[in-house]
Nanobody, 125 residues
C-alpha cells in the first residue's frame, strides 16, 4: 500500500512559481501511475496532470487544458518522487492539491485508488 505525502504548497503572487513534491512512505511509487488533482473552494476535484509508472511499456504524461504549457509533471531518477512544477501561476490555480496513485495510468488520471492529504496552494492576484 502506498501512503502519499505532499509538500511544497504555499502562498505565491500571480505569475510566480511553486514546485509540489509527492513521496510514498509505504510502497515506492515507481510501479504506480501518479497524478495530481486539485480542489478549488466551493468546487469539485479535478485532474491537473498524471504520469505513467516507471516500469510500464511507455512513458506518457497528461495535462488539463487549463495548465498546459505552465505545469510540468516529472519523476526523480529513482522514480519514487513525483514533482509538479507550476509556473506562471494564476489566481484560478488556487486550491488544495492532492497527489494520487494507481497501478494503472488511466486510472491515475480518472479514478485513482490512493490519495494524499493534500497541500494548499494560494495564488494572490
Amino acid at each position: 500500500q502506498v501512503h502519499l505525502v505532499e509538500s511544497g504548497g504555499g502562498l505565491v503572487e500571480s505569475g510566480g512559481s511553486l514546485r509540489l513534491s509527492c513521496v510514498s512512505s509505504g510502497l515506492p511509487l515507481d510501479a504506480y501511475g501518479v497524478g495530481w488533482f486539485r480542489q478549488a473552494p466551493g468546487k469539485g476535484r479535478e485532474v491537473v496532470s498524471c504520469i505513467t509508472s516507471v516500469s510500464g511499456p511507455e512513458h506518457r504524461t497528461k495535462y488539463a487544458d487549463s495548465v498546459k504549457g505552465r505545469f510540468t509533471i516529472s519523476r526523480d531518477n529513482t522514480g519514487n518522487t513525483v514533482y509538479l512544477q507550476m509556473d506562471n501561476l494564476k489566481s484560478d490555480d488556487t486550491g488544495k492539491y492532492y497527489c494520487v496513485a494507481d497501478p494503472g495510468f488511466e486510472s491515475s488520471c480518472r479514478n485513482p485508488e490512493n490519495w494524499g492529504q493534500g497541500t494548499q496552494v494560494t495564488v494572490s492576484s
